[in-house]
């Protein structure tokens, strides 16, 4: 049987190791997909770690469940290979990218379309063995999406880049308030963010980061404005320029300084989408609620 080599977690908080195993052999619905590109995402660097920072000196362990040596890995894109004995074989050859954000198929969760939010859930390189490897193993067809005519780079980044930065952008579409929008921190899902919020909103779009070559590129990239949130007194300015605050503010960055900083700058009535997963912890008297 021919052998797959993987990228694999064999210790917490060390580098990945190349392990060999035999090539899987789907079942069922069941895809053999052969991998041309793996994205990176931060949160395959937490799962790396062994935890998450809750702040204050508190981890999250994402150990627990896990048997090594286990494939990271879950922004997929490849060709399929092999499929199980339901499947129609003319789907053999075809570029895909792979959904990987899979839940048991059965529970009310997974029944409502929010697989998930399943908490059987088969996240492929989260649960389940993932691309970091030469093959993965995908639990269905359906799980597989056309992306023609996109690069095939740009594909597998949106199946977890893309798909983050889209779900948080559409909370606030359709809202009443919709004067102005920022968004904070501008790694790789934040740039993405950028590109999807000028086909989503008719305002311009406001930056955030403290990086200046980040800010450059955002601006090169269509922001109308860009803040560096470690200026002295730039919350002042901020809410003089843009007469009271944002309307609406995504978080990409997700940490103790991104949200002091989307708080001190959201207008009265405003909304902050808090997508971005560093970690840490956030607290808010609660008179700022009312």
Not at 70 to 84: D, P, Q, R, S, Y
Not at 119 to 127: D, E, N
């Amino acid at each position: 049987m021919a052998l797959m080599r993987r990228q694999s977690l064999v210790r917490f908080d060390a580098p990945l190791c190349e392990t060999i195993v035999e090539t899987p052999k789907p079942l069922a619905r069941q895809v053999l997909v052969r991998i041309e590109r793996c994205g990176l995402c931060h949160s395959d660097l937490h799962i790396q770690d062994g935890y998450a920072d809750l702040g204050g000196g508190k981890r999250l362990d994402t150990t627990r469940g896990m048997t090594l040596p286990f494939t990271l890995g879950h922004e997929i894109a490849g060709v399929v290979e092999e499929v199980g004995p339901e499947l129609s074989k003319d789907l053999v050859g075809a570029r895909k990218a792979v959904f990987p954000w899979i839940g048991c198929g059965q529970c009310r969760d997974c029944l409502n379309g929010d697989e998930n939010l399943c908490l059987k859930q088969r996240f492929l390189g989260v649960s389940i063995d993932g691309g970091f490897a030469s093959h993965v193993l995908v639990p269905d067809a359906k799980y597989l999406l056309d992306y023609d005519p996109l690069p095939v780079n740009q594909a597998a980044t949106l199946m977890c880049s893309g798909v983050t930065a889209y779900g948080a952008l559409k909370r606030l579409v359709g809202r009443p308030r919709q004067r102005n929008l920022l968004l904070i921190g501008l790694g790789g899902v934040g740039m993405m963010g950028l590109s999807f919020a000028q086909a989503m909103f008719k305002q311009k779009i406001s930056v955030a980061d403290v990086s200046p070559a980040a800010r450059e590129a955002a601006l090169n990239n269509g922001a109308a404005i860009a803040y560096d949130p470690s200026e002295g007194d730039i919350a002042r300015r901020i809410l003089k320029e843009t007469e009271g605050g944002f309307d609406e503010i995504v978080d990409f960055a997700g940490n103790e300084k991104s949200m002091a900083f989307a708080v001190a700058v959201v207008a009265r009535g405003g909304k902050i989408v808090v997508s971005g997963l560093m970690g840490g912890n956030f607290s808010l008297p609660m008179v700022q609620w009312i």
